[in-house]
């Protein structure tokens, strides 16, 4: 069975940072793209970023370009989003997101089949 | 990047079909065919209803289809039943020569069965 698990949320203060994971089981991690999509309360999906089965390929929203990373320890079975600069609204659920083709040649055409349950993140003073 | 554009609402009675729009650009939607649908539930996790435009993955209803024309793609549901009430969200590959590739989603689409 497919897990996504999210980790790594709270309250934060704006400027700061937080490193958000995301622990995956269940499949062949590294044969796959993996993604954060995020959801401010009460509004819809955004796409944040997304990885590249080998890290080779990495793209980020223009709302978050420059102030995260992203990155994946295919050893660990994990996903990571590093999130520095953090604003208000930056406030929201943050998924984990897989890709459903394996070694798929652009990241950013991405069918999401499998999603964690979200970890909240609150930029707030 | 733009937000894909869909109707706030619809709503259907038991048995009714409805169709759910989302219009993009010549940049996304109406330039390649990497659009898909997600249904989401309150309180719970997005789940893949359709990709590339039309194909259905495994374990989904045959009661929901997708198709597209020029730069505006369509989710329908037929047979509507009371499970199906939720929030709708269409996506879409992205590419432009100034903005480069992103993933983009629609604003989303709350469907009530009446």
């Known amino acids: 069975e497919v897990q996504l698990v999210e980790s790594g949320g709270g309250l934060v203060q704006p400027g700061r940072s937080l490193r958000l994971s995301c622990a995956a089981s269940?499949?062949?991690?590294?044969?796959?793209?993996m993604h954060w999509v995020r959801q401010a309360p009460g509004k819809g999906l955004e796409w944040v970023s997304g990885?590249?089965?080998?890290?080779?390929?990495?793209g980020y929203a223009d709302s978050v370009k420059g102030r995260f990373t992203i990155s994946r320890d295919n050893a660990k079975n994990s996903l990571y989003l590093q999130m520095n600069s953090l604003r208000a609204e930056d406030t929201a659920l943050y998924y984990c997101?897989?890709?459903?083709?394996?070694?798929?040649?652009?990241?950013?055409?991405?069918?999401?089949?499998?999603w964690g349950q979200g970890t909240l993140v609150t930029v707030s003073s | 990047q733009s937000a894909l554009t869909q109707p706030a609402s619809v709503s259907g009675s038991p048995g009714q079909s409805i169709t759910i729009s989302c219009t993009g650009t010549?940049?996304?939607?109406?330039?390649?065919?990497?659009v898909s649908w997600y249904q989401q539930h309150p309180g719970k996790a997005p789940k893949l209803m359709i990709y590339?435009?039309?194909n259905r993955p495994s374990g989904v209803s045959n009661r929901f289809s997708g198709s597209k024309s020029g730069n505006t793609a369509s989710l329908t549901i037929s047979g509507l039943q009371a499970e199906d009430e939720a929030d709708y969200y269409c996506s879409s590959y992205t590419s432009s020569s100034t903005l480069g590739r992103h993933v983009v989603f629609g604003g989303g689409t709350k469907l009530t069965v009446l």
């Open positions: 997101a897989k890709d459903n083709v394996k070694f798929r040649r652009f990241l950013e055409i991405a069918y999401f089949d499998y």
């Open positions: 269940g499949f062949t991690f590294d044969d796959y793209a």
């Open positions: 590339e435009v039309s």
């Open positions: 990885i590249s089965w080998n890290s080779g390929s990495i």
């Open positions: 010549s940049s996304d939607v109406g330039g390649y065919n990497y």
